[in-house]
């Protein structure tokens, strides 16, 4: 939150749509309602919202001593089964993909800022509290095959997002980004593009 509050003054960015991935999205719910003067539009792409979803981040919240130094012993192989498990379409997992999310675990900060993010996620939990509050034009992207998007998480968005619009990319699951770039690309141009 502090980051993208700094680099919205440096930046001096004012009235933008704001768009949050996965667990991003509730850190970009946050911020919509921490400073509603300055976005415009929500754009929530598979997104990690609801207490359901929590799974295994639920259980780091018992854990959040241990993160750092468990940051530490992630290994590549099992990054590339996280990914793995997150897609429909395993052949977009590449070595290049896996060394891109396993980096952070390596690097010399990396492991700090991993520990740190995953603790506010952790810590801030789910935003479904937070979601009737969001005032902004929301639109909400998921894959047909996210994991993540559960019978019923659809419908529970629609009726707690006040001004929702909900799109499914079929054939994709968790990373849309990865597995279906265009259509993720079209369908947020599209919403913003018509004022929301």
Not at 66 to 77: K, T
Not at 78 to 104: C, F, G, K, M, N
Not at 143 to 154: C, F, K
Request: with cysteine; hydrophobic share 45%; glycine share 6%.
């Amino acid at each position: 939150m502090k980051f993208l509050e700094r680099f919205a003054e440096a930046t001096g960015l004012r009235n933008f749509d704001l768009m949050g991935t996965s667990i991003g999205a509730s850190l970009g719910v946050r911020y919509s309602l921490r400073h509603p003067e300055q976005v415009r539009s929500l754009i929530l792409s598979s997104p990690y919202l609801l207490h359901g979803q929590a799974g295994r981040v639920s259980r780091l919240a018992r854990r959040r001593a241990l993160m750092r130094a468990a940051s530490h012993l992630v290994m590549r192989h099992l990054i590339q089964r996280q990914l793995e498990e997150a897609v429909y379409r395993t052949e977009v997992v590449t070595s290049a993909l896996v060394d891109a999310y396993w980096r952070p675990f390596v690097a010399p900060e990396g492991s700090r800022v991993v520990a740190e993010v995953l603790s506010n996620v952790v810590v801030g939990g789910p935003a479904e509290e937070l979601l009737p509050e969001v005032a902004v034009p929301t639109l909400v992207v998921v894959g047909s095959e996210d994991p993540l998007a559960a019978a019923g998480t659809l419908e529970r968005l629609r009726r707690l997002i006040h001004a929702c619009r909900v799109v499914v990319i079929l054939d994709s699951g968790h990373l849309l980004m990865v597995e279906a770039p265009e259509a993720l690309s079209r369908t947020i141009l599209s919403f913003v593009r018509q004022g929301r």
